[in-house]
């Protein structure tokens, strides 16, 4: 018996606990099974297609499981295209193992990953481009991956390629005439028009590529580094921000000398977050591999939350780093409660704080660090992460920050996966080889025909396994 006549079913609901949760059966006998599994068989028999039913289902002993709804589906109007029943049962994790295993027990067969997706390609319910959608809605990281995924779900990714199509079919006959007529002068123009018509549509497919190979990065989650000289407050925000101790805080400089990352969710974006060694000069080399980490993290991350303190002055390694990576930066003047009476004196009393001179608002360094933020035009909040001053201004500076490196992401509209990027690349090689060649007719619709043939790739008809296997596997069961 081959894979698509094999009756299937899986749990289609995420498994625990629920008011109902749902089980999918599909394949040329699941009529027939799920009627050996209730009582109502003459009832099920007679109901007409897409017709919801009230059913009991008995188990091997004769018990009754649970009483459920269930709509039955005739081929091939049903999801998958073959004969189907959807039941609908009590939500919990021991009713619908035992349906489950009471329908594995006569004959039906636990479903694969995307099976029922699977199926509904081959039997031509669905396309390939909508299946990979689908695995793209599943995997989407950001609220941007999802409306990217919802696009190519909804049919605009198909429209592109199938102008891009058209573009390259017509391309085709203006050479074909070229070949034809030759140098005539009407032909002279179109000439001119072709070449222009194929150099525009490189363009664009080049920065499709672009923008795809960028937003790979994202991918993982959006990558934030909280850097800074040594003993600046950056684990205490690390784990203010995480919501929990996960960093050593210590008054010791070189406290961290690994780098420390957890990835979270921040306002429903992925973030990673890593809370690195403090920039400094040291002798010891387990910390100097830390600051030489920091230092490559830095350079990598989408993002620096660079911490410095307010009471300390800015040496000029540190204002380097902070102006070369001025355009990724929000500067962190940390720990105002120990220079400020004024903003201590908002719930701390200033005797708490050593440092204070007590005597005014202004301290050297503070201001020395408010004046460089101003003159080089940098994103900076002032505030003290251990005593929470200013806490509501430091979440909403990360905050607006975060949301800009994502609101810079520009998501590419036809590639959603390696295998469009594949093809894609595959296309812009030969319409590259057509233009190079392009005085030479032949040969230029030669290559422009390949390039046609890729395009088909796209939404054709694939029968190769492998890819529908890298396709489903990102699938859940009972997708
Ligand atoms: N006075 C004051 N101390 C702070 C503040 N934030 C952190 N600290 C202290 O500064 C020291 C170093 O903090 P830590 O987070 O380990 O800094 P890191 O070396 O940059 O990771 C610890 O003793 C913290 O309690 C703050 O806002 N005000
Ligand atoms: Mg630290």
Redesign the pocket.
């Known amino acids: 018996m081959n894979m698509s006549t094999q009756t299937i079913a899986a749990l289609s609901t995420p498994p625990g606990r629920g008011a109902l949760a749902g089980i999918r059966v599909t394949g040329g006998n699941s009529h027939t099974l799920f009627s050996l599994v209730i009582n109502e068989k003459e009832k099920f028999n007679k109901e007409a297609c897409r017709k919801i039913g009230i059913y009991t289902i008995i188990g091997d002993d004769g018990n009754i499981i649970d009483e459920v709804t269930a709509i039955k589906y005739d081929a091939p109007r049903s999801f998958t295209g073959e004969h189907m029943v959807e039941i609908f049962c009590h939500g919990s994790p021991i009713i619908t193992g035992r349906i489950l295993d009471r329908l594995f027990n006569i004959g039906v067969h636990p479903a694969a990953r995307g099976e029922f997706s699977r199926r509904a390609l081959l039997n031509g319910k669905m396309d390939l481009l909508k299946a990979e959608s689908i695995a793209g809605l599943i995997d989407s990281q950001t609220e941007k991956h999802l409306q990217s995924a919802s696009m190519g779900y909804q049919g605009n990714q198909r429209s592109r390629i199938e102008n891009y199509k058209r573009k390259i079919i017509g391309l085709l006959s203006d050479l074909e005439s070229r070949i034809e007529f030759g140098e005539e002068d009407d032909v002279a123009q179109a000439q001119l028009n072709t070449k222009n018509d194929l150099e525009q549509m490189t363009a664009e497919l080049s920065e499709e590529l672009i923008r795809s190979e960028r937003v790979k990065t994202f991918d993982e989650g959006i990558f934030v580094a909280l850097a800074g000289p040594a003993n600046a407050g ?2 205490s925000l690390f784990n203010e921000i995480l919501g929990f101790d996960r ?3 210590h008054d010791k400089p070189g ?2 000398r690994d780098i420390v990352s957890e990835r979270i969710s921040f306002e429903s974006i992925t973030i990673k977050l890593f ?1 690195c ?2 920039i400094r000069e040291t002798n010891d080399c387990i910390e100097r591999k830390g600051i030489e980490r920091s230092i490559s993290a830095l350079k990598d991350a989408h993002f620096v939350l660079w911490v410095t303190s307010a009471d300390e002055s800015m040496k000029e390694d540190e204002a380097d780093q902070i102006l070369e990576y001025k355009e990724k930066i929000l500067l962190i003047i940390n720990k105002i409660d120990i220079i400020s009476p004024i903003r201590a004196a908002a719930g701390h009393p200033c005797s708490l704080y050593p440092h204070n001179t007590g005597t005014n608002d202004t301290h050297p360094h503070f201001e020395f660090k408010k004046a460089f933020c101003a003159k080089n035009d940098l994103r900076c909040v002032e505030t003290s992460i251990r005593e929470k001053i200013n806490h509501k201004e430091l979440f909403n500076a990360i905050s607006s920050a975060i949301h800009g490196v994502t609101e810079e992401i520009t998501f590419p509209e036809i590639i959603l996966n390696d295998r469009h990027r594949r093809i894609i690349t595959a296309v812009l090689n030969e319409l590259r080889h057509s233009i190079a060649e392009f005085n030479r007719e032949e040969l230029s619709a030669h290559y422009l025909r390949n390039a046609l043939n890729h395009l088909a790739e796209f939404s054709g008809h694939v029968t190769s396994d492998e890819v529908l296997d890298m396709i489903f596997e990102k699938f859940c069961i009972g997708k």
Request: hydrophobic share 30%.
């Open positions: 950056k684990s960093s050593i805080i406290t961290t809370d060694a403090g």
